[in-house]
């Protein structure tokens, strides 16, 4: 059994810093415009030609893909990773929309060009990794709603067409969890449509915050009984949770 998490947040909000809490038993595929900062295991994609090059890597070019990169962490760890955190999927739907403009379409248009290659993108996602037991952390950008120029506190999914309209990657995943700046603090929503967040386990809060790891004094004060939010305790808990449900399969 494995978990596929969605991790939403607007620029800034502090998505990527989640995964301070994970170890080596994690692989990240960066694509996200910028340096990976963190001592996990690694891949940077510094440029996108077309999803199998990214998938599947090409051997011509000598370019490494994703598929190349997590059978060189097994051969390095003796082991395939637990989690493959992938950041971003919004950054990578954005490559896929520029190649889309600007190429030829195989599919016969844009807007067909962009639903096949994200639809290469989900199945390989399930297929090879969810299927062989790893757990999926899908970092993705969101959007204020801005209504007369005011945020409603409505968070709008990214992208595109049809994969946009049918729900984007919140609508690939049951587990889904939004960070939210609240004044000088941030939130973790876990429930709230209006949020992008979403779970199937009925024992969590709606919301947890997250501490401040540059000045923990700085960080909201808790309740008895609440704790700060933690990536690594939020997906032990979701597979944990798993482990009860797949007792019950037939």
Same mark, same amino acid.
């Given at each position: 059994? !494995?978990?596929?998490?969605? /991790?939403? $947040?607007?620029? *800034? =909000?502090?998505? %990527?810093?989640? #995964? ?80 889309? !403009?600007?190429?030829?379409? /195989?599919? $016969?248009?844009? *807007? =067909?060009?962009? %639903?096949?290659? #994200? ?132």
């Amino acid at each position: 059994m !494995s978990i596929k998490l969605v /991790v939403n $947040g607007i620029a *800034g =909000a502090g998505k %990527t810093t989640l #995964l301070s809490s994970l170890g080596e038993e994690t692989f990240v595929v960066s694509r996200d415009a910028k340096d990976f900062g963190f001592p996990l295991p690694h891949m940077l994609v510094d440029t996108y030609y077309d999803m199998n090059t990214l998938l599947y890597g090409n051997e011509k070019e000598e370019i490494d893909g994703i598929m190349q990169k997590i059978e060189k962490y097994n051969d390095h760890f003796g082991k395939y990773p637990e989690n493959v955190v992938i950041d971003s999927v919004s950054q990578i739907t954005m490559d896929v929309i520029d190649v889309a !403009s600007q190429t030829p379409n /195989v599919y $016969g248009s844009q *807007g =067909a060009e962009i %639903t096949r290659e #994200l639809a290469i993108f989900t199945k390989f996602i399930h297929e090879v990794l969810e299927l062989n037991g790893m757990n999926v952390i899908l970092m993705n950008h969101v959007t204020e709603e801005k209504v007369d120029g005011k945020t409603t506190g409505v968070y709008l999914p990214f992208g595109q067409g049809q994969f946009k309209n049918k729900g984007g990657f919140y609508a690939t995943t049951n587990e889904a969890i939004t960070i939210v700046p609240e004044g000088s603090n941030r939130a973790v929503y876990i429930r709230g449509t209006d949020k992008q967040a979403r779970t199937t386990d009925s024992s969590l809060p709606d919301k947890m915050w997250l501490q401040n790891i540059v000045d923990p004094s700085k960080s909201k004060k808790l309740k008895e009984g609440e704790s700060y939010f933690s990536l690594k305790d939020h997906m032990d808990h979701l597979l944990s949770k798993q482990t009860d449900v797949k007792k019950w399969s037939l």
